[in-house]
């Protein structure tokens, strides 16, 4: 028995082995630089725009090497209007030191084990262009070949015109750059200059204009830290106002970014402050004819009622206010001090928000009886309730997130 138990065990041992073996020969080969999957070429892209039209671009393309000959240059299809400002490879080195010696006789013969370091290096890329009626081509020249399963990085920065229709509102159109390999994913940070205001962007964060000044001065202001530029590449493309990603790209297939922006905020917010208005109105009126009715019915049910809703809706006119506002803070007064005035904001609406909710109630219920109090409450939860439900349509319909 006990032998027939120790060949089960056995058994099992050696198929679990096997079935491990199986598993790790299934598994990719990844990169000896970089924990990637070989063949992933991606890109990154930082696009700012200006006020006349024209768009700053920083562009990170991630080349793999998965044919096996080497890969000496890399040809990228442009606009016509480009003006290319640098071009920067980033590569991997490695350096190999002992860790371990063997030894004859006291003396070392050879290495046992290998510690083996790999550094990050950049190199300004030449290149040739050759020009078409409608498009620029540039052919890259790398400083150091990329050799079979390793990956080198092309780093961009460019100037062009073109991906702008101007006017009130400004409608940009980005395409991503034309290169005849696939390309796994594709990620534009659209941002633009200080004074402008970019429709359905996050609140503004400030463009690194370092990163564009640290491009432009590679190769001419001596050794610039490559710490620096591994930072940089590093940034590219994973934050922005408006963030889009593409992904499967085949071979001159191009990822396109549509957006608009102005240098008035009034004509960014429009419907939203027409509404507003129109709201604000409405709300008026109809608080005026409620007032009215107040005084003049004798009904306490519907009077504390009528109460009830007109506080209500006060407050929601004032929430509305304030969460515009806040929503656009940093544009109104700077970003030194959005946060202080968001606070101070945020405070006095919690003391008006329970001044309408509390005082009316209680003023009903002291004036009169309680009973008339807590129908004041009643109105004011059910009235509540119906005033969320459409600030959140009309939010949502105006798109500014809320």
């Not at 080969?29 to 063949?39: A, H």
């Not at 003396?107 to 950049?122: L, R």
């Not at 030449?126 to 050799?147: H, L, P, R």
């Amino acid at each position: 028995m006990r032998k027939i138990i120790f060949t089960l065990f056995i058994l099992i041992v050696l198929g679990l082995c096997l079935q491990m073996e199986f598993v790790n020969a299934s598994q990719p080969i990844y990169n000896k630089y970089f924990d990637e999957i070989p063949g992933q070429n991606k890109m990154g892209y930082n696009v700012l725009f200006d006020g006349e039209g024209e768009a700053q671009v920083l562009a990170k393309i991630d080349i793999w090497n998965y044919y096996g000959n080497e890969i000496n240059n890399l040809v990228i299809e442009f606009p016509k209007n480009v003006r290319m400002i640098n071009a920067i490879q980033k590569y991997s080195t490695e350096e190999k030191t002992c860790r371990t010696w063997n030894y004859n006789n006291g003396e070392k013969t050879d290495c046992q084990y290998w510690n083996t370091n790999y550094k990050h290096e950049f190199a300004l890329a030449k290149y040739d262009v050759a020009e078409t009626s409608n498009v620029k081509i540039y052919d890259f020249k790398f400083e150091k070949e990329v050799g079979e399963l390793e990956k080198s990085t092309l780093i961009l920065y460019y100037k062009v015109e073109g991906y702008v229709q101007e006017g009130l509102m400004n409608q940009f159109n980005f395409e991503t750059l034309k290169i005849g390999q696939d390309v796994a994913q594709a990620r534009v940070a659209i941002d633009v200059i200080d004074g402008l205001y970019l429709k359905s962007g996050k609140t503004k964060i400030g463009y690194q204009a370092n990163s564009f000044d640290t491009v432009k001065g590679f190769g001419s202001i001596g050794a610039i830290e490559s710490s620096s530029m591994l930072q940089l590449s590093n940034r590219i493309g994973m934050s922005g106002q408006l963030v889009k990603t593409g992904t499967g790209l085949d071979p001159w297939e191009t990822f396109q970014v549509t957006g608009e922006y102005t240098q008035y905020w009034i004509v960014m917010h429009f419907w939203l402050m027409f509404g507003l208005f129109l709201g604000i109105v409405l709300s008026v009126l109809g608080m005026s004819f409620g007032f009215k009715q107040i005084k003049k019915t004798k009904d306490l049910v519907v009077k504390s009622a009528i109460t009830g809703f007109c506080s209500t809706f006060i407050l929601g006119i004032l929430w509305t206010i304030a969460i515009i506002f806040l929503e656009n803070l940093s544009d109104l007064i700077g970003r030194k001090y959005d946060d202080l005035f968001g606070v101070v904001i945020v405070l006095v609406m919690i003391i008006i928000t329970l001044a309408l909710i509390i005082l009316p109630s209680i003023y009903i219920g002291v004036t009169h009886k309680a009973k008339y109090g807590f129908i004041t409450v009643g109105a004011q939860i059910v009235s509540m309730i119906l005033l969320i439900i459409i600030l959140a349509f009309v939010f949502v319909a105006i798109g500014t997130g809320f």
